[in-house]
């Protein structure tokens, strides 16, 4: 029973957490991969004031040092401001977004995401892409122009004509109603600011390996006045989200592992007391009360490490068969993730940490159910044990 009961607990917690980190990690992909990028270089001062005022020049030597850094796939330059977009009689305030859409396209996903009309190409074409819901706003359609305004990095009002082309679903209602994409180079026209760029947004290989790409980045920009920041650094609020869904799964297989304890308690202590017979006819011999703790001790151990080469193995097999077919949801569900930009899937895990972590705590949880038993085992008197039945 004790046996059953290690393989169940493993194989269920590794199956759990498998899919939950799983889970975490492709859609930590898929959120970093469509907006944010996995990296942000930014002027030491952005993140808690992102202004004009904290942007940077995008030199040769920054760019070099992204093209040369291990795990770097592509990085995009952009500008961040904010302006007022009027057409007609009707008019909201933005956030204004420059970018290099050839660039931008192998960074991030969002691009892909137009839902009418089309991107645009030139970075420096007076050509714009908005939130969808800000087109209703305005009452506007493809090909219409209008006006935006936004005070430049010299603190004077700059404005000018641009056309519609399009517009993008981002999952989010206040940035579908606020938000207007435009060439990097024509938004540096409208702000003046000349070569300088807001952050710059890096595209890595993968999520595991974002600090030593981080640490090699560092080294290499020479400029003590820029950060980089990785993905969770730039948006802390998906990082505590994780966190929060991280703490409820490992509270859940804190349950399953303190309920398999009482299980192996009842079976140890059963079996222990099954046998205060025998043990009462070897402490008669001269047998030292300790080592048949011992004795208690060393059995658990070795039906636990058993039981978990079973559980790790089942438990591995179904990891892989969820990292190789992943469960997709469907209906209503599906919509709901699709919306928010979640994939609508739960895929598992094999990192080793999962098969570690979870075979430590049933060693302890193993190891601390059997302080009773062989308590008991300690107490017992020779006489006592002999005539038990």
């Not at 017979?277 to 030292?288: D, H, K, N, Q, S």
């Not at 300790?290 to 438990?315: A, C, D, Q, R, S």
Request: charged content about 15%; proline content about 3%; hydrophobic content about 45%.
């Amino acid at each position: 029973m004790t046996f059953a009961a290690i393989i169940f607990a493993s194989l269920a917690a590794i199956a759990m957490r498998g899919i939950q980190l799983g889970t975490f990690n492709l859609n930590i992909k898929n959120s970093v991969e469509f907006f944010s990028g996995y990296i942000q270089i930014q002027e030491k001062s952005y993140l808690d004031n992102p202004t004009l005022n904290a942007s940077f020049n995008d030199n040769n030597e920054i760019d070099n040092a992204l093209k040369t850094a291990p795990g770097v796939i592509n990085y995009s330059p952009r500008i961040y401001a904010d302006g007022l977009i009027c057409f007609k009689n009707n008019s909201s305030g933005v956030s204004i977004m420059g970018i290099e859409p050839g660039m931008e396209k192998n960074v991030t996903t969002f691009i892909e995401n137009i839902n009418r009309g089309k991107f645009f190409d030139s970075d420096s074409s007076n050509e714009i892409v908005v939130g969808s819901k800000l087109m209703d706003n305005l009452d506007a359609n493809i090909g219409d122009e209008i006006i935006l305004l936004s005070q430049s990095y010299n603190g004077m009002l700059g404005n000018q004509k641009y056309k519609i082309t399009g517009t993008v679903r981002l999952g989010a209602q206040e940035m579908e109603s606020g938000v207007v994409f435009m060439g990097i180079r024509s938004a540096q026209s409208l702000l003046g600011m000349g070569n300088r760029v807001s952050v710059i947004a890096v595209k890595a290989h993968d999520i595991e390996h974002l600090k030593a790409i981080k640490d090699a980045l560092t080294e290499k920009i020479h400029n003590p006045g820029l950060s980089v920041l990785l993905w969770n650094e730039v948006n802390p609020e998906m990082q505590q989200q994780i966190n929060l869904s991280n703490v409820r799964g490992i509270l859940f297989n804190g349950i399953l592992i303190v309920i398999v304890a009482f299980g192996i308690l009842n079976t140890v202590l059963m079996s222990v007391t099954e046998r205060f017979r025998e043990f009462g006819v070897v402490l008669a011999i001269g047998m030292p009360q300790v080592k048949l703790t011992y004795l208690i001790y060393i059995e658990t151990f070795f039906i636990t490490i058993l039981g978990l080469l079973f559980g790790n193995l089942l438990g591995y097999i179904v990891n892989y068969y969820f990292v190789i077919h992943p469960i997709v949801f469907g209906g209503e569900l599906k919509k709901l993730y699709e919306m928010y930009h979640y994939l609508p899937l739960a895929q598992s895990s094999v990192q080793l940490s999962i098969f570690i972590n979870v075979s430590l705590s049933l060693i302890v949880i193993s190891l601390l159910s059997c302080i009773y038993p062989a308590y008991k085992v300690y107490k017992l008197e020779p006489l006592k044990g002999i005539r038990h039945t």
